[in-house]
């Protein structure tokens, strides 16, 4: 499992190079990724773990833009769920928010 940034390029791995497969068998797991925009730490913890399974700061973008894939590998998902805790963020110069849904 990789975490990669694409602003207006090619990706950018920022995570998971370094830690041994997140993902070793074919069973279903269940993995939470919480992101603090002020600090910009990304933590990245599966099946119900304290201890995250890596961590990485990027301040690539301030709030928003969320994107949840496979590239070179294969992957299914479900019941998928991002939700916002906090005041909100503020946009950095010239970044646009995304429409309000």
Known sequence: MWFSVVNGGPRKRIAGLE??????????HTVRVARDTSSGRIQVFMDGQ??????????????????????????DFADIRIVAHGLG?????????GPAE
């Not at 201890?51 to 969320?66: I, K, M, N, P, Y």
């Not at 963020?89 to 928010?97: F, K, N, W």
């Open 19 to 28: 830690a041994a497969p997140a993902l070793p068998d074919r069973a279903w």
């Open 50 to 75: 304290k201890q995250a399974l890596f961590s990485v700061e990027d301040r690539t973008f301030a709030c928003g833009r969320v994107g949840i894939g496979s590239f070179d590998e294969t992957g």
């Open 89 to 97: 963020c503020t946009p950095a110069s010239g970044e646009q928010p």
